[in-house]
């Protein structure tokens, strides 16, 4: 074998100066992003982790993260909400939910300042480059979205990172200290499989990892030995702390994936070619989604590997590959059916450790595939066409077409957007045209790889960025029914379990902070209390009940039953008539409009537009405003009316919709459109008009002419 002459020795030291400013900045760059998000968007997972958050941290009422009307439950592991655990004390849900996002944005950060000691100490690459080539990894979208959600995802991509620079100054030191540094290595390989369940497979790499340097005389047995205790304790810990947080919070779990049911899958055939298949199609994923960075970065490990100049890389680029290896091989085994097209190339779990790759990638330009040229541009093309050709082959027909989840292939999600879905085809030639162009900047100059993946993949994660704030947006306003609860100081409030929906059942949990969510079902029982949340059907069987916020978007609604309560709401205003299409008495239909911000501008070029926010605040009585799209008709829902006039006559009246119910004493603010173009979309003609802004109940009357006020603003269009 031949040897390959020793570099110059690259600096090891701590991160400088620099690298730290880079770090914080970074840093900056994820909470701006996460900055606008409102709640919680994906509520099955982040409401699990905030709920057991919660729990650790002793503050009931704790959620019961398990439906009884729900086949089959995950369960999410504790490492991340222990993070977390101690925000939950200083405040409600939404504290706790804007303090995890913090949380992500510094593990986020951090990742970094590992990637870059891993590039310096593993692939030999000065100080600045280094710092590039992480800088570049750090921008991948999945890392940058991942920030913006309240899930383990967050910290398992840095843990693993961190596990493998571990092991490096494991191999790099000489035996003394080597107990303490065996059983650290190995600890944080269970606190990964404490933050993730698919992160089990590192359990027994690690403990194999310390039984292989001991075989080479790098560990002493009694460093082994300690290692395999820590171990095994902090497994049986974990294990004791998931059994306890299972009991209390998952009491409704019927069924969950098991090692047992993996290694299930291993003697079936038909399991096995689903797992070969979902590997298939993630390893495409990896390969569009790093613009090739992935293969080449395999590439450059196994040739340290086999050629590396010290025993330390050697054994660091194995491991690492070995680590990538069982993640791979767990997450492709979780997978029996493809019921979605993300599911055929789930990429989410296996961006865990892909930022060492990314950056092994990039340093490959510098001398390792600097003589293998030709190779090196026709791997990520060859290995492209070949997984695509698989996955559409084998793939069960129409999967690619059927809906997706764009938190699962977010490395790709800009893509999918723009493309309207999951087409392998263009997206293998885009994945490929990435590739090329990367590797042809590498190889003039090496760091025009690092320099231009880095702006892809900064395009890619803000691209994304621009569903994700409006989908987040959208969630929480049709997630609004825990606002009335808390407007009307309800001690609790119960579920009807006969109306059922996933998401909501989680978001109530989440959002009705301290008041207890009881759970009942009307078809077994009698609600546990007056206040109900139901569907939007439920007062048709039950005499009495009343309804008192519906929701928008979903078939749920707030009910109260007959009783003092009941009682209460009526003289109070806050009980929608029997006919909520029915026309508003003039006590209700009393508002107040302020702008939020920038008022509307008096002069407008034809066709311009702005959008401002308006504050809108109920300041009449006995009865709320219905929004629309809450009913079937819009007939007696309330919206907004920008009327623009010119000589007296209306030349447009475009409308905007409330965000929920609004009930008397309550205030909401929206974003309003204010556009200088007609009912025919096209650009009002110049000259001077008068803009008024006011309520209106559709197919009923103005506010205005119940004498309710309006906003005026007088302008000119150009």
């Given at each position: 074998?031949?040897?390959?002459?020793?570099?110059?020795?690259r600096?090891?030291?701590?991160?400088?100066?620099?690298?730290?400013?880079?770090?914080?900045?970074?840093?900056?760059?994820?909470?701006?992003?996460?900055?606008?998000?409102r709640?919680?968007?994906?509520?099955?997972?982040?409401?699990?982790?905030?709920?057991?958050?919660?729990?650790?941290?002793?503050?009931?009422?704790?959620p019961?993260?398990?439906?009884?009307?729900?086949?089959?439950?995950?369960?999410?592991?504790?490492?991340?909400?222990?993070?977390?655990?101690?925000?939950?004390?200083?405040?409600?849900?939404?504290?706790?939910?804007?303090?995890?996002?913090?949380?992500?944005?510094?593990?986020?950060?951090?990742?970094?300042l590992?990637?870059?000691?891993?590039?310096?100490?593993?692939?030999?690459?000065?100080?600045?480059d280094?710092?590039?080539?992480?800088?570049a990894?750090?921008?991948?979208?999945?890392?940058?979205?991942?920030?913006?959600?309240?899930?383990?995802?967050?910290?398992?991509?840095?843990?693993?990172?961190?596990?493998?620079?571990?092991?490096?100054?494991?191999?790099?030191?000489?035996?003394?200290?080597?107990?303490?540094?065996?059983?650290?290595?190995?600890?944080?390989?269970?606190?990964?499989?404490?933050?993730?369940?698919?992160?089990?497979?590192?359990?027994?790499?690690?403990?194999?990892?310390?039984?292989?340097?001991?075989?080479?005389?790098?560990?002493?047995?009694?460093?082994?030995?300690?290692?395999?205790v820590?171990?095994?304790?902090?497994v049986?810990?974990?294990?004791?702390?998931?059994?306890?947080?299972?009991?209390?919070?998952?009491?409704?779990?019927?069924?969950?994936v098991?090692?047992?049911?993996?290694?299930?899958?291993?003697?079936?055939?038909?399991?096995?070619?689903?797992?070969?298949?979902?590997?298939?199609?993630?390893?495409?994923?990896?390969?569009?989604?790093?613009?090739?960075?992935?293969?080449?970065?395999?590439?450059?490990?196994?040739?340290?590997v086999?050629?590396?100049?010290?025993?330390?890389?050697?054994?660091?680029?194995?491991?690492?590959?070995?680590?990538?290896a069982v993640?791979l091989?767990?997450?492709?085994?979780?997978?029996?059916?493809?019921?979605?097209?993300?599911?055929?190339?789930?990429?989410?779990?296996?961006?865990?450790?892909?930022?060492?790759f990314?950056v092994?990638?990039?340093?490959?330009?510098?001398?390792?595939l600097r003589?293998?040229?030709?190779?090196?541009?026709?791997?990520?093309?060859?290995?492209?066409?070949?997984?695509?050709?698989?996955?559409?082959?084998?793939?069960?027909?129409?999967?690619?077409?059927?809906?997706?989840n764009?938190?699962?292939?977010?490395?790709?999600?800009?893509?999918?957007?723009?493309?309207?879905?999951?087409?392998l085809?263009?997206?293998s030639?885009?994945?490929?045209?990435?590739?090329?162009?990367?590797?042809?900047?590498?190889?003039?100059?090496?760091?025009?790889?690092?320099?231009?993946?880095?702006?892809?993949?900064?395009?890619?994660?803000?691209?994304?960025?621009?569903?994700?704030?409006?989908?987040?947006?959208?969630?929480?306003?049709?997630?609004?029914?825990?606002?009335?609860?808390?407007?009307?100081?309800?001690?609790?409030?119960?579920?009807?379990?006969?109306?059922?929906?996933?998401?909501?059942?989680?978001?109530?949990?989440?959002?009705?902070?301290?008041?207890?969510?009881?759970?009942?079902?009307?078809?077994?029982?009698?609600?546990?209390?007056?206040?109900?949340?139901?569907?939007?059907?439920?007062?048709?069987?039950?005499?009495?009940?009343?309804?008192?916020?519906?929701?928008?978007?979903?078939?749920?609604?707030?009910?109260?039953?007959?009783?003092?309560?009941?009682?209460?709401?009526?003289?109070?205003g806050?009980?929608?008539?029997?006919?909520?299409?029915?026309?508003?008495?003039?006590?209700?239909?009393?508002?107040?409009?302020a702008?939020?911000?920038?008022?509307?501008?008096?002069?407008?070029?034809?066709?311009?537009?702005?959008?401002?926010?308006?504050?809108?605040?109920?300041?009449?009585?006995?009865?709320?405003?219905?929004?629309?799209?809450?009913?079937?008709?819009?007939?007696?829902?309330?919206?907004?009316?920008?009327?623009?006039?010119?000589?007296g006559?209306?030349?447009?009246?475009?409308?905007?919709?409330?965000?929920?119910?609004?009930?008397?004493?309550?205030?909401?603010?929206?974003?309003?459109?204010?556009?200088?173009?007609?009912?025919?979309?096209?650009?009002?003609?110049?000259?001077?008009y008068?803009?008024?802004?006011?309520?209106?109940?559709?197919?009923?009357?103005?506010?205005?002419?119940?004498?309710?006020?309006?906003?005026v603003?007088?302008?000119?269009?150009?």
């Amino acid at each position: 074998m031949r040897a390959v002459t020793p570099t110059a020795p690259r600096s090891t030291g701590g991160p400088r100066l620099g690298e730290i400013l880079v770090c914080l900045a970074l840093a900056v760059l994820h909470l701006a992003l996460s900055a606008p998000l409102r709640s919680p968007m994906i509520f099955g997972d982040e409401a699990a982790h905030l709920g057991i958050a919660r729990f650790l941290a002793a503050r009931p009422p704790y959620p019961q993260l398990a439906s009884p009307a729900m086949g089959w439950t995950p369960y999410y592991h504790f490492g991340y909400p222990l993070l977390l655990a101690p925000l939950a004390r200083l405040g409600g849900p939404l504290t706790l939910y804007h303090g995890a996002l913090a949380v992500n944005a510094l593990a986020l950060a951090a990742l970094y300042l590992i990637l870059a000691s891993f590039a310096r100490q593993v692939l030999d690459l000065p100080r600045f480059d280094a710092g590039l080539a992480a800088l570049a990894a750090s921008l991948y979208p999945a890392f940058l979205m991942q920030g913006n959600i309240a899930w383990s995802e967050s910290l398992l991509i840095t843990v693993v990172a961190l596990l493998l620079v571990s092991f490096y100054r494991l191999v790099g030191k000489d035996r003394a200290g080597g107990t303490l540094r065996a059983c650290l290595f190995c600890g944080l390989a269970a606190f990964a499989y404490a933050v993730h369940l698919r992160a089990l497979a590192l359990v027994p790499l690690a403990l194999l990892a310390v039984v292989v340097l001991w075989r080479l005389g790098r560990l002493s047995g009694k460093a082994v030995l300690a290692a395999a205790v820590t171990t095994t304790l902090a497994v049986l810990a974990i294990r004791a702390v998931d059994a306890v947080i299972v009991a209390r919070l998952w009491a409704g779990s019927r069924q969950r994936v098991t090692a047992l049911d993996l290694a299930a899958r291993l003697a079936d055939p038909v399991g096995l070619g689903h797992s070969l298949l979902a590997l298939a199609g993630q390893l495409w994923y990896l390969t569009v989604a790093s613009a090739g960075l992935f293969p080449l970065g395999v590439w450059v490990l196994v040739r340290i590997v086999r050629r590396g100049d010290t025993p330390e890389k050697r054994l660091t680029a194995g491991f690492t590959l070995a680590t990538a290896a069982v993640l791979l091989a767990t997450s492709a085994l979780f997978f029996g059916e493809f019921t979605r097209a993300d599911a055929a190339i789930y990429g989410r779990y296996n961006e865990a450790f892909l930022a060492l790759f990314l950056v092994s990638g990039l340093a490959g330009f510098s001398a390792l595939l600097r003589r293998h040229r030709l190779a090196a541009a026709a791997l990520p093309v060859v290995l492209t066409a070949v997984l695509a050709a698989t996955v559409i082959a084998f793939q069960p027909k129409g999967v690619l077409a059927l809906v997706y989840n764009l938190m699962n292939i977010e490395g790709i999600g800009a893509l999918v957007l723009s493309m309207g879905g999951i087409h392998l085809l263009r997206l293998s030639a885009i994945g490929i045209a990435a590739a090329l162009t990367i590797i042809g900047a590498g190889f003039l100059r090496p760091r025009a790889a690092s320099i231009l993946a880095g702006l892809l993949f900064l395009a890619g994660g803000l691209g994304v960025q621009r569903w994700m704030v409006p989908t987040n947006h959208g969630g929480d306003a049709a997630r609004s029914i825990p606002r009335a609860v808390r407007a009307l100081g309800a001690r609790e409030v119960a579920y009807d379990l006969s109306g059922f929906a996933a998401d909501e059942y989680f978001a109530y949990q989440f959002r009705l902070g301290d008041v207890p969510m009881k759970i009942f079902d009307i078809r077994r029982e009698p609600p546990p209390g007056d206040l109900v949340i139901a569907a939007k059907s439920f007062g048709r069987n039950r005499p009495g009940a009343r309804l008192v916020f519906p929701e928008r978007y979903v078939d749920q609604a707030l009910w109260v039953l007959p009783g003092a309560l009941q009682n209460r709401l009526a003289h109070e205003g806050r009980l929608f008539p029997a006919d909520p299409a029915a026309p508003l008495p003039d006590a209700a239909c009393r508002s107040h409009l302020a702008w939020a911000g920038t008022a509307p501008p008096s002069v407008l070029n034809a066709g311009e537009s702005r959008t401002l926010r308006l504050r809108v605040a109920h300041r009449g009585a006995e009865a709320p405003w219905l929004p629309a799209s809450v009913l079937k008709t819009d007939a007696g829902a309330v919206r907004i009316a920008t009327v623009w006039t010119r000589a007296g006559i209306r030349v447009a009246e475009p409308r905007t919709e409330l965000s929920w119910a609004v009930v008397p004493g309550d205030e909401i603010v929206v974003d309003l459109l204010f556009a200088a173009v007609g009912p025919d979309g096209k650009p009002l003609p110049p000259g001077h008009y008068e803009v008024r802004i006011g309520l209106v109940q559709e197919l009923v009357r103005w506010f205005a002419d119940a004498g309710d006020g309006t906003l005026v603003q007088e302008v000119e269009v150009r």
